[in-house]
């Protein structure tokens, strides 16, 4: 995760039974709205993050929780809970908090919320999943009396996003320490100092959230929204159309057509930067042989399945990262470029058949993929590419499962063999998913490199790319890590999507981008048109 897998993770939560909803209550243009009703296409069995970092949980969390820092609706830093931050030297971070900012039950933030927040998710014990963007700091202090001071120990980059979104929300310290099981259920809703309160929740099914009149910031429009699980693609369609949800997030990207068909929604869309891709243990056979990577490389109709599932709303992936997450260093055109003269694996059976043949499992191997029941693409990804390695003579099953079941099964690095993985940055950068993806480090249990990828010149160029600042340096030692990745063919890339949301046409929402999971998206304007 990025992340969620933020990353930011694709999906989390389980199906649900489906009620219909009944029609939302909307006020006049002058006043607030009543109460929204917001479909998602699945919610998680908890409410805590650290324990269910994913898109959908992130969704409905960024309007409870949030950092001291924020993403503006250009993705840049901005000012959220602290009002202020600098960066001393290399490795020293000050954060000065904002006055009066109180938990949704009233109590106020203080800086030992802060530090409390900051250390569960460093501490081994609590197996947070968004430990590793905390990998690189070595003492979280207040150090005044609204005041927090970050100590790394090493020069990261990337560090400077993590305030801002999933892994820096901050939690009630109090509430932690009373509840560290249990916080995140029914029994202990998490407590905030985002703009609404988490008032009701059923697990896998309903969360409800009632707007704050105490928020520091921005006031809400709506008063109450609630959030219902719609697994089923249509079952959600027919919902828009009917007037029973306001929203959703998360389109499949085939579906716009039909959703902007329906004539009582707008259709919001933006570059996602995420990424699908098939990773593959190479700590046990047979992905430890380089030839039965690039053969299942060579096997997947990238842009096949861009052109099907996507409706040409994407591209097919070369490489891992997006070009746009270069931001900063190259640009989209120069990393086209730079991707051009990288190994390849244009679909290609015949070639295909020839990797397997000099590999140790010439004969072929059998091989069982999990994806998850919620995501829109996953379940057809997988039987695109089992139909195209059954002609190679591999014989992959597909194993359609719970979302919960999917990410818990990657996360415990156990029989990993090979896995699909769908994952949305938390920040663009451009060795956020590298460090997530191919780092030594991420290759142990919770850690995002399901592929088990270790090499040392490969974390040598990640050290450069986290602690350097100089994009000329950066971009260089970046380059020499898709070079060797590609090479290796240490993991799949299959597509980078655009994404897209629905709204009821009563309705505007301007602040939709690729965060939309990791910013408070209900008051980045949204109301009545």
């Known amino acids: 995760m990025h992340a969620h897998i933020t990353r930011r993770l694709f999906v989390a939560g389980s199906t ?35 324990r269910a970092w994913s898109t959908y949980v992130g969704a409905i969390m960024s309007l409870v929780q949030e950092g001291p820092l924020a993403f503006g609706d ?51 014990k609590s197996g ?7 990998s690189s700091v070595d003492t979280v202090t207040a150090s005044g009396d609204n005041e927090v001071t970050v100590k790394l ?8 996003y993590t305030p801002a979104h999933m892994a820096g929300f901050l939690f009630s310290k109090k509430q932690l320490e009373e509840f560290p099981e249990d ?58 159309k009917n007037g029973d949800i306001d929203g959703t997030f998360d389109l499949a990207i085939s579906d716009i057509d039909q959703w902007k068909a329906l004539g009582n929604v707008d259709v919001i869309t933006a570059p996602s930067l995420g990424v699908f891709m098939l990773t593959m243990d190479q700590s046990a056979p047979p992905f430890d042989d380089i030839h039965v990577r690039k053969a299942i490389a060579y096997s997947v109709d990238r842009e096949g399945l861009v052109k099907a599932l996507l409706k040409s709303n994407g591209e097919p992936a070369t490489a891992l990262n997006p070009p746009e997450m270069w931001a900063g260093i190259m640009s989209p055109d120069e990393v086209r470029k730079f ?45 695109s590419v089992s139909e195209n390695l059954k002609q190679i003579g591999i014989t992959m099953k597909v194993q359609e499962v719970d979302a919960n079941q999917w990410l818990a099964g990657y996360f415990r690095h156990e029989d990993l063999g090979m896995q699909i993985m769908a994952y949305y940055p938390d920040f663009a950068d451009a060795a956020n998913y590298p460090y997530l993806f191919y780092a030594s480090a991420n290759a142990v249990k919770d850690g995002m490199n399901g592929s088990n ?14 602690q350097k600042s100089d994009p000329k340096e950066r971009a260089e030692a970046l380059k020499t890590v898709f070079r060797i990745v590609n090479e290796d063919a240490a993991l799949v890339p299959i597509f980078w999507p655009d994404s897209a949301m629905a709204i009821s046409n009563e309705y505007k929402l301007t602040g939709y981008n690729a965060f939309w999971y990791n910013v408070p998206w209900a008051i980045r304007g949204f109301g009545l048109k």
């Open 128 to 134: 947070s999943q968004l430990a590793a963007f905390f």
């Open 339 to 383: 991707y051009a003269t990288l190994p390849s694996y244009r679909f290609d059976l015949d070639k295909a058949r020839a990797e397997l043949a000099q590999s140790k499992h010439a004969g072929g191997f059998e091989v069982t993929v999990p994806g998850s029941s919620a995501d829109p693409y996953m379940i057809n990804i997988l039987q």
């Open 183 to 240: 916080i995140g259920t029914p029994d202990a809703l998490p407590l905030g100092t985002g703009p609404y309160r988490l008032v009701e929740f059923t697990p896998a099914d309903t969360v409800v959230l009632e707007a704050r009149d105490d928020y520091w910031g921005t006031k809400p429009v709506a008063k109450r929204i609630i959030f219902s699980a719609i697994p089923d693609r249509q079952t959600r369609l027919l919902a828009a």
């Open 453 to 466: 990828f270790k090499n040392s010149e490969v974390d040598k160029a990640l050290d450069v790319a986290n």
């Open 16 to 50: 649900a039974s489906v009620v219909m909803l009944s029609r939302a209550i909307r006020a006049s243009a002058q006043e607030p709205i009543e109460e929204v009703r917001w479909a998602l296409p699945s919610i998680n069995d908890t409410m805590f993050v650290p």
């Open 74 to 124: 250009d993705l840049s830093l901005q000012p959220a809970v602290a009002e202020s931050w600098k960066q001393v030297d290399d490795t020293t971070y000050v954060y000065t908090l904002r006055q009066g900012v109180t938990f949704g039950d009233g109590s106020p933030l203080t800086p030992d919320d802060v530090v409390a927040s900051f250390l569960y998710q460093m501490d081994p």
């Open 153 to 160: 120990t090493a020069p990261n980059v990337q560090f400077q």
